[in-house]
């Protein structure tokens, strides 16, 4: 078996369905796996107490840059919707390399058509609309009757000189441009001090003659900001901007009247300009630009709605593990300690993947009326932390275990968790433990803990413990196996 038929068998075991599968990868535009959810399953020695960004596994690069889309899809009620819009921006997307396609035949034929009416002379052009003109003026080419020019046809020179105007022009806008805009900022921040200083002068009576004119300047900054707003609107520059563009074109239409091509260069140029017109071609510029716009709405209604959370699901997950602390209450010292806090809960923040312990504060408003007010509560015990670390943990496999649709392994796996208590406080471990099993059930998750302390001292009662450390062995070895011969 090799690895790819190895990754599909474990596939199969840990996912209930592998349409739910393919749904996570193609909302997370990324290649999940159940390695990817390993990151659930494994609370490690090695970051151990981190409530911010709390997963062990998530000190890896190669994990912590999938937490964020999967933590997207697991509070985010919007999948159908997004799903829709996904397929919707596929079709888009392959709609939009046809007419790419269509579009780059089309440049290339106009550009070779035109490069080779250069070549005879013509200042007739090719837009890929005009075939039957230039088709006409092939003929008159072949009969070598003289070419009718254009009466307000202009020579190379007029052309560079209003190119070179144009440009000086467009130049000295844009330079106008940069410094309209350093003027609104410098205003906008003269404006920001005169109001600091306004508000600071109407605090003491005596300084009361200096309102008014203070008043009167920010007026006249309000004034001289607007003014430079709709200077920095005006489309004048787009404008210079399209002409500079047709005259460079007009430059080098005009550059082939100063060649000289033999006969040869001419039939061969008159066969290739035939040839290339029997070509159906037709201009989807348009069309390319409407398909561009749709595919960026889409894309950022997407993004809208990939970011957009589930508030009922996280405040929940909150209250769970809120719960799941609370409930060592009367056995550890530490969480009674916090629990006296008033309003004490642990808050779920989605973004950087938080677990914020919070209490409410009073505080009186303008009216002198007091009010309650939440805030962070900061602890520094390391206890603590990795108390409510855990408690995270089987927050989130509740959730994962219990909506079925993720390619997650039952299990949870404990490194020296018991490290950072005293003997005291270590008993709240078990009970989070058991109270996390109550929710769960025993038959939905396993949980593998190694430590150093005995389970009556975690006060748990475990299905099954070994004793890896004795006379005869010195730790725990998943891959030795007792060679048969050497049994003998």
Known sequence: MDQREYK????????????????????????????????FNFLGEKRQGAICDFFDKCSDIKYSVKLAPILNFIFNNNLEKIY?????????????????????????????VNRNIQKLGSNIWYTGKNADAIRENIKEIKNMEE????????NIVDLEVMYSNISEQ????????SDAKQFENENSNRKKLLKELKDLVEEDSVFIYLVEPLEQL?????????????????????????????LKKEIKRNDSRFQCYTMEEKAKSIALIEEYLSANIRDCSEELKEIKKEIREIKEELRVLQNSDD????????????MLYKSA???????????????????????????????????????????KKEVNYY???????????????????????????????PILVIDHISKPFDTSNARAIGQVINKAYEKIGKESLQIFMFDDEEYTTLALQPEHSENLVTDKKSGFNPFYYLNSENSK
């Open 311 to 322: 508030i009922v699901k996280i405040r929940e997950l909150s209250q769970f593990i809120t």
């Open 170 to 177: 467009i130049k000295i806008y844009e330079n106008s441009i």
């Open 147 to 154: 070419t009718k020019r254009k009466d307000n046809d202009r």
């Open 8 to 39: 599909a068998k474990l596939n199969s075991i840990f996912t209930k369905n592998m349409a739910l599968l393919r749904n996570i990868r193609e909302f997370a535009e990324t290649e999940l796996s159940f390695r990817t959810f390993t990151m």
């Open 379 to 409: 602890i520094g015990s390391m206890a603590r932390h990795t108390l409510i670390q855990l408690c995270g943990y089987l927050g989130f496999l509740k959730i994962l275990l219990t909506e079925e649709k993720y390619p997650i392994i």
């Open 84 to 112: 829709l819009l996904q397929r919707k921006l596929e079709e888009l997307q392959e709609k939009l390399k046809e007419l790419e396609t269509i579009s780059s035949r089309y440049d290339f034929i106009c550009t070779q």
């Open 329 to 371: 209450s009367g056995i550890s010292s530490i969480v009674d300690d916090d629990i006296m806090q008033e309003g004490f809960k642990i808050q779920y923040l989605k973004k950087g993947n938080i677990l914020q312990p919070m209490i409410q504060s009073k505080e009186n408003d303008e009216n002198d009326m007091e009010k």
């Open 218 to 246: 920010l007026n006249e900054l309000d004034n001289t900001i607007a003014f430079s707003q709709y200077t920095i609107k005006d489309r004048t520059i787009a404008e210079l901007k399209r002409q500079r563009s047709e």
